[in-house]
Every structure is written in structure tokens, then in C-alpha cells.
């Protein structure tokens, strides 16, 4: 059961545009919800991150909204470039056992085009 | 230069070997993880270790071994019993406070072929 949903699977944006990538979850004991980028052949890097007492961060280009009552929360890529383009995964981490653990999404393959 | 180094990149191996994985971080980080990555896919939890000489099975174990001897190492052995072991390896750590920005940081993965 896939505890973190996020969609779009695939995602083409102008460069300028906005990318919106949009993620749900069920377990509202997850305390944190970090957005991860990785390129191809590499490993995800961590891009930005909120807690479920915020309702937005933002960084740069980059943004967080989050939605507690709708257990929802999006990535929004203001100015997208096409050194944007990656794969984007959203994830939640735990609690309890393995409370550390950290539930991602199947990942958006964003593309930028020029 | 603090980080994660996993070796080697890339890994070929037959059918009916045993293969290990190494993975090495010099962050002083408690937490230790193995996600395996197909294509199109999200990345599957393997195993993780909160501590040193302690280890826990994830979604995927069956097939997969790893040891928690010292705290900078966690190799994953991917046995003969694993039955598709073609996937990309990632390798994560955490600092394991549990506190806000005690987030995982990947290494940059070890992509296994079975030929």
C-alpha cells in the first residue's frame, strides 16, 4: 500500500513556467515532508522541506504548501529552467518504529523545455 | 569533504552469485538505510540500522543481507535468492535525532546487472 501519493507520474513545462507536482498521504502521525531532486545515474538530494505545522516554505525558486486538514501537499517551481529537469519525489517520515523512516512517492519526471 | 561514497558504480554479476554492496559515510549520522530503485518507481526501503550491530528488514528484505559493525559502514549483500536483482542501490544515512532536518542523505547508488 503505497503510504504517499504523488502525482504527476510525468510532467513538460516552457521554461518560465510554474511546475506543480502534488502529493497525499493517510498517516497523520507523519511529522515532516521533505521533497527530494535526482538526476539521472544519480542519488536524490534533498531540495526543500516543511513540518505539518507550517503552511508554506519557501526557497528560491522553489515552494511548499501544505494542507494538513487534506493531508495534501505540492511542490510549486517558480521560473522553471531546464537545468530543472529531474525526477521529484515527495516523502514523509514515520513515527514509531523505524521513526526515522521515510515513505516516498513514485516520483515526477519534470522536463523543461527551452 | 563530508558525504556518503558507495562502490563501486557500476556491478555485473551471474546468475546464482552473491554480490556486496559497500557503503560508507563520514557523517557521524546513527541511521543507516538501503533503498533499491526500478524505473518508474519510488525507492523501496531494504533494510535500515538505527545503531551499530542493529538492523531491521524494510518492504523488500527477502533476498538481501547487511551488517551494522561499525558505525560509518552498512554493506547490503544482494544473495542468489533475490529473485530480480537488477535495480539501482541507494545507499542513505541520518543523524537519527528524530528532530526537524534529520532528513536522509543519499549517496550517489550503485546500479547491479545480472547478466
Known amino acids: 500500500q503505497q503510504q504517499v501519493k504523488q502525482s504527476p507520474q510525468s510532467l513538460i513545462v516552457q521554461k518560465g513556467g510554474i511546475s506543480i507536482i502534488n502529493c497525499a498521504y493517510e498517516?497523520?502521525?507523519?511529522?515532516?515532508f521533505p521533497w527530494y531532486q535526482q538526476f539521472p545515474g544519480k542519488g536524490p538530494a534533498l531540495l526543500i522541506a516543511?513540518?505539518?505545522?507550517?503552511s508554506e516554505k519557501k526557497e528560491g525558486r522553489f515552494t511548499i504548501s501544505f494542507n494538513k486538514s487534506a493531508k495534501q501537499f505540492s511542490l510549486h517551481i517558480m521560473d522553471s529552467q531546464p537545468g530543472d529537469s529531474a525526477t521529484y519525489f515527495c516523502a514523509a517520515r514515520g513515527a514509531g518504529t523505524g521513526a526515522n523512516n521515510l515513505f516516498f512517492g513514485t516520483g515526477t519526471r519534470l522536463t523543461v523545455i527551452p | 569533504d563530508g558525504g556518503i561514497t558507495q562502490s563501486p558504480k557500476y556491478l555485473f554479476r551471474k546468475e546464482g552469485q552473491n554480490v556486496t554492496l559497500s557503503c560508507e559515510q563520514n557523517?557521524?549520522?546513527?541511521?543507516m538505510y538501503w533503498y533499491r530503485q526500478d524505473p518508474g518507481q519510488g525507492l523501496r526501503l531494504i533494510y535500515y540500522?538505527?545503531?551499530?550491530?542493529?538492523?531491521q528488514k524494510g518492504d523488500i528484505a527477502e533476498g538481501y543481507s547487511v551488517s551494522r559493525e561499525k558505525k560509518e559502514s552498512f554493506p547490503l549483500t544482494v544473495t542468489s535468492a533475490q529473485k530480480n536483482p537488477t535495480a539501482f542501490y541507494l545507499c542513505a544515512s541520518s543523524p537519527g535525532t528524530g528532530q526537524f532536518g534529520d532528513t536522509q542523505y543519499f549517496g550517489p547508488g550503485t546500479r547491479l546487472t545480472v547478466l
Open positions: 498517516n497523520t502521525a507523519f511529522d515532516y
Open positions: 540500522s538505527q545503531i551499530v550491530n542493529d538492523f
Open positions: 516543511i513540518r505539518p505545522d507550517v
Open positions: 557523517l557521524n549520522h546513527d541511521a
